[in-house]
């Protein structure tokens, strides 16, 4: 039933099952990702033993965590670097055989043993001597599709250059054809323009003259209107400067009274706001004086650090513990003889 399966055209992501330390994964992957023709393989191995007891079960778990991205990959590949009969005994399990026949992608082997075939080989799609032949096989697909691709286009261009040229040859017999026909109805309309053209020349004529002397009329009546509303927009103009004149002067007046009130205003704001913001900064430098660590040592006080840290309780220190105190001119370091806590009755 695998062999049935149709190859990708392009396998190019392969899921491989074999050991990780076995020579023939090696020269797989080398002669893969070395090709000469630059093709780019995505693979994943699945690790799997290749002899033993066990080996038909560890590959079968394989394939069973490849289905699970049966979508993902396009073949899987099972190699090892060959080995004695006995070695090999495993690819003759009839339970791996099955799980080869029933897997949803083509199984490709090369287990590296040339005189005999296994099982394995059998049902798989397609066996291979050697895992180096593996890599060779999948190579030599791609190529093979890069051939056809290369062959589709030169085809393609094929086609489109015979149907340019039947094109091309249709255009030409149809610009031959319709040349005398385009021809004689451009000289059709030629005449028809022609004529047309003297009877609006005519026609444009008499127009001119007809408008000419109305238009000589309208403008003595236009200039006799024009001189009037002139002569009564002036005088209105006239009486509209005076207004806004007197209208002005005492805006601007008014306008000087309320911005010196208003300069006052800003003035004593302005004073208030000062004072209140640097009497506000004196008490915050009051303050951080008052904070200020170097000013508590000098009213004779210190800062004991143990461990890098300064100590906030007895709980923290050990008898033995050394201890490193800070005063204001210096630093010394104790240690620890004696602890005594403090009763809680002294401390209220």
Same mark, same amino acid.
């Given at each position: @039933?695998?062999?049935?399966?149709? =190859?990708? @055209?392009?396998?190019?992501?392969? $899921?491989?099952?074999?050991? !990780?330390?076995?020579?023939?994964?090696?020269?797989?992957?080398?002669? =893969?990702?070395?090709?000469?023709?630059?093709? &780019?393989?995505?693979?994943?191995?699945?690790?799997?033993?290749?002899?033993?007891?066990? $080996? !038909?079960?560890?590959?079968?778990?394989?394939?069973?965590?490849?289905?699970?991205?049966?979508?993902?990959?396009?073949?899987?590949?099972?190699?090892?670097?060959? +080995?004695?009969?006995?070695?090999?005994?495993?690819?003759?399990?009839?339970?791996?055989?099955?799980?080869?026949?029933?897997?949803?992608?083509?199984?490709?082997? +090369?287990?590296?043993?040339?005189?005999?075939?296994?099982?394995?080989? @059998?049902?798989?799609?397609? &066996?291979?001597?050697? /895992?180096?032949?593996?890599?060779?096989?999948?190579? $030599?697909?791609? @190529?093979?599709?890069?051939?056809?691709?290369? %062959?589709?286009?030169?085809?393609?261009?094929?086609?489109?250059?015979?149907?340019?040229? %039947?094109?091309?040859?249709?255009?030409?017999?149809?610009?031959?054809?319709?040349? /005398?026909?385009?021809?004689?109805?451009?000289?059709?309309?030629?005449?028809?323009?022609?004529?047309?053209?003297?009877?609006?020349?005519?026609?444009?004529?008499?127009? =001119?003259?007809?408008?000419?002397?109305?238009?000589?009329?309208?403008?003595?009546?236009?200039?006799?209107?024009?001189?009037?509303?002139?002569?009564?927009?002036?005088?209105?103009?006239?009486?509209?400067?005076?207004?806004?004149? &007197?209208?002005?002067?005492?805006?601007? %007046?008014?306008?000087?009274?309320?911005?010196?009130?208003?300069?006052?205003?800003?003035? &004593?704001?302005?004073?208030?706001?000062?004072?209140?913001?640097?009497?506000?900064?004196?008490?915050?430098?009051?303050?951080?004086?008052?904070?200020? /660590?170097?000013?508590?040592?000098?009213?004779?006080?210190?800062?004991?650090?143990?461990?890098?840290?300064?100590?906030?309780?007895?709980?923290?220190?050990?008898?033995?513990?050394?201890?490193?105190?800070?005063?204001?001119?210096?630093?010394?370091?104790?240690?620890?003889?004696?602890?005594?806590?403090? !009763?809680?009755?002294?401390?209220?």
């Amino acid at each position: @039933m695998n062999k049935d399966l149709e =190859l990708p @055209m392009v396998p190019q992501k392969v $899921a491989v099952i074999s050991s !990780s330390t076995a020579a023939g994964y090696q020269d797989f992957q080398n002669q =893969l990702n070395n090709n000469a023709y630059g093709y &780019r393989f995505y693979t994943h191995l699945f690790p799997a033993l290749m002899q033993g007891n066990q $080996a !038909s079960e560890s590959i079968i778990a394989a394939l069973e965590h490849i289905y699970l991205y049966e979508d993902f990959f396009d073949v899987v590949v099972i190699i090892r670097g060959g +080995g004695s009969q006995l070695d090999l005994s495993c690819f003759d399990d009839y339970e791996l055989a099955f799980h080869i026949t029933q897997f949803p992608l083509p199984v490709l082997t +090369g287990i590296g043993h040339e005189k005999d075939d296994t099982i394995s080989d @059998m049902v798989a799609h397609t &066996r291979m001597k050697t /895992p180096t032949a593996v890599a060779e096989f999948l190579v $030599a697909g791609v @190529m093979q599709f890069e051939v056809h691709l290369d %062959e589709l286009q030169q085809e393609f261009v094929n086609s489109v250059e015979d149907i340019l040229a %039947e094109s091309r040859q249709r255009l030409d017999n149809a610009v031959k054809t319709l040349k /005398p026909v385009v021809q004689q109805l451009l000289f059709n309309r030629q005449k028809k323009l022609s004529r047309y053209v003297w009877q609006m020349e005519s026609s444009v004529s008499e127009i =001119l003259r007809s408008n000419e002397y109305r238009l000589s009329r309208k403008k003595d009546e236009i200039k006799e209107l024009s001189g009037r509303l002139i002569h009564d927009k002036r005088y209105r103009l006239d009486e509209y400067h005076h207004f806004i004149s &007197r209208a002005s002067a005492h805006q601007l %007046e008014e306008g000087k009274l309320r911005m010196n009130a208003l300069l006052e205003k800003l003035k &004593r704001q302005s004073k208030s706001r000062f004072f209140a913001e640097r009497n506000h900064l004196l008490l915050a430098e009051k303050r951080r004086e008052l904070l200020d /660590p170097l000013n508590i040592l000098k009213r004779g006080y210190s800062i004991t650090y143990h461990s890098g840290k300064a100590l906030k309780e007895i709980a923290q220190l050990q008898e033995g513990d050394e201890v490193r105190t800070m005063l204001v001119d210096g630093t010394f370091t104790s240690r620890v003889i004696e602890k005594t806590k403090e !009763s809680k009755r002294n401390k209220s």
